[in-house]
C-alpha cells in the first residue's frame, strides 16, 4: 500500500464518508427504534417499572420474562421513569454508542492501540453483520452492550488495567453466559488478575439489591430469578430465532415426529458436546501456536476470532441476535485478505468461498425460504463455516508471512 500524501488523502476521504455513512445508517435504526414496538426492551422496562413500585420483578406464569440478575433489574428503573417512547430514545442511544464500542474495540482488541484507519474495516464487517445488528435494534435487546463489555474487558485486560477489565467481564458474564469465552481466552494469555478482579465484582453485583431491597427481597429475588431462567430451556428450544447448537439438533431430531413433541434432552447433551468440541479444539490450536506469527503486534488474533465465532451458539439458548459477535471475526478476514494483504500473495480462494458461504447463509431473503433457513439454523452453520474460514486464513497468512521474510533473508546473507 502506497504512502503517498495522494493515497492517504484519498483514505481519509473514504473514511469520511464511511462514517457518514455509518451516521445515516445509525439514524435509520434510531427512527425505527424508537417508532416501532420493542418486544425485548419492553420486558426491561417492565422489570425497571416493577423496581420503582417495589413489586416482585419475576414472576413465573408470565408469557415474557426478564432473564437477567436483579442488579440489572435496578439499572433500567431509570429508564422506566421516563414515558416509554423516550425510554425507548435512550435505550437506542445506549445500543448505538455499545456498537460504535464494539466497532472502535474490535479493531483496537484485533490490531492494537495505532488501530486500522481504513473505510473497508468499518463498512465490510458492519454490513455484514446487519441483520444481527438491526435484529438488536428493532428489538430493544442488550447483546450490543454486552459485546462491547467482552470486547474491552479483553482490551483492558492486555492494557494491564486490571481492575476495569475485571468489572467489565463480570458484568458481561452476568448478563449473557457466552461472555465466559472471553475468561478462557485470558485465562489461556496467563491474564490471572482480571479473573479474580470479575470474581469480585461478580459477587458484588450480586449483593447490592441489598441496598434497595434488602437482605429478605435481594434473596427472594434472586432466587425467583435462578427459578425463572431454569424454567426456559425446554420452553425456547425449538424457537426458530434460537440458534444455538442444541436447538439445531433439536429441530433435526424433530423431523418426521409430531410437530408438538418435547424437545430430546439428548438434544441438549449433543449440542453441549458440539460446543465443548469447538471450545477443545480453540484451546488446542491456542496451546500449539507456541511461536505465533503476530498480526499487527498481537499474537492468537486467529484464535481470539474464532472464539467470537463460537461465542453466539455457545449456550442452549442462543438468540439469533447474538451473532453480531461475528463482527470480530469478519473484521480480523477484512485485513487479512484485504487492507493489509501482501501484494505478492494471491488471495485463498478457500478462504473467500467460506466467507461467501457464511454471509449467504445469514442473509437468505424472503419469508418462507427464511423460515426454513432458520429452521435448519443457518446462522449457527454460518458460525462454523466463518470458524473454518478463520482457520483456513491463519494458515495461508503465516506461509505468506514467511515468504515475505525470505527475500530479505536472502538480501541480507
Known amino acids: 500500500m502506497s504512502d503517498s500524501p495522494t493515497d492517504a488523502q484519498r483514505t481519509h476521504r473514504l473514511v469520511k464518508l464511511a462514517w457518514l455513512a455509518t451516521g445515516i445508517y445509525l439514524l435509520a435504526l434510531g427512527i425505527s427504534a424508537v417508532l416501532r414496538e420493542q418486544g425485548d426492551f419492553n420486558v426491561y422496562y417492565r422489570a425497571g417499572t416493577r423496581v420503582l413500585h417495589g413489586e416482585a420483578i419475576y414472576r413465573l406464569d408470565e408469557g415474557s420474562h426478564f432473564l437477567y440478575a436483579p442488579i440489572f433489574a435496578i439499572m433500567f428503573a431509570p429508564f422506566a421513569a421516563l414515558p416509554l417512547r423516550a425510554a425507548k430514545l435512550a435505550w437506542y442511544l445506549v445500543c448505538a454508542a455499545s ?23 468499518l463498512v465490510i464487517p458492519l454490513i455484514l453483520c446487519s441483520p444481527f445488528i438491526n435484529n438488536n435494534i428493532d428489538h430493544g435487546q442488550i447483546n450490543l452492550p454486552t ?27 452476568l448478563v449473557k453466559p ?80 409430531p410437530s408438538d413433541a418435547p424437545p430430546s434432552h439428548l438434544a441438549l447433551y449433543i449440542g453441549t458436546a458440539i460446543e465443548a468440541a469447538f471450545v477443545a479444539a480453540v484451546i488446542i490450536w491456542f496451546v500449539s501456536d507456541r511461536e ?31 451473532y453480531a459477535a461475528l463482527l470480530v471475526p469478519y473484521m480480523l478476514l477484512t485485513l487479512v485478505l484485504w487492507t493489509d494483504r501482501p501484494p505478492d500473495s494471491r488471495t485463498p480462494a478457500l478462504t473467500l468461498a467460506l466467507i461467501a458461504i457464511s454471509a449467504i447463509l445469514n442473509w437468505i431473503p424472503g419469508r418462507r425460504a427464511n423460515h426454513i433457513a432458520l429452521f435448519f439454523s443457518a446462522h449457527f452453520l454460518s458460525s462454523v463455516v466463518l470458524m473454518a474460514a478463520v482457520a483456513t486464513a491463519a494458515t495461508w497468512w503465516r506461509h505468506a508471512g514467511a515468504c515475505r521474510l525470505t527475500p530479505s533473508r536472502t538480501v541480507n546473507n
Not at 298 to 321: D, G, Q
Open 99 to 121: 456498537l460504535l464500542g464494539l466497532i472502535f474495540g474490535s479493531r483496537r482488541m484485533l490490531f492494537g492501540g495505532a488501530g486500522r484507519s481504513s473505510p473497508a474495516l
Open 178 to 257: 457466552f461472555a465466559g469465552l472471553a475468561a478462557l481466552f485470558l485465562l489461556l494469555e496467563g491474564k490471572w488478575r482480571p479473573i479474580v478482579y470479575s470474581l469480585v465484582f461478580g459477587i458484588l453485583l450480586l449483593i447490592a439489591p441489598i441496598a434497595v431491597f434488602g437482605p429478605s427481597g435481594a434473596l427472594a429475588d434472586t432466587t425467583s430469578y435462578l427459578k425463572v431462567v431454569s424454567s426456559m430451556t425446554d420452553r425456547y428450544t425449538m424457537m426458530l430465532t434460537n440458534q444455538s447448537a442444541t436447538s439445531a439438533i433439536a429441530r433435526l431430531m424433530s423431523l418426521g415426529g
Open 292 to 322: 505465533p506469527r503476530p498480526l499487527m503486534g498481537k499474537p492468537h488474533r486467529f484464535e481470539l476470532a474464532a472464539l467470537f465465532c463460537i461465542m453466539p451458539s455457545l449456550v442452549p439458548i442462543s438468540w439469533k441476535s447474538y
Open 147 to 173: 459485546l462491547a463489555l467482552v470486547v474491552w474487558s479483553i482490551v483492558f485486560a492486555e492494557e494491564d488495567r486490571a481492575v476495569v477489565s475485571g468489572g467489565a467481564l463480570a458484568a458481561a458474564i
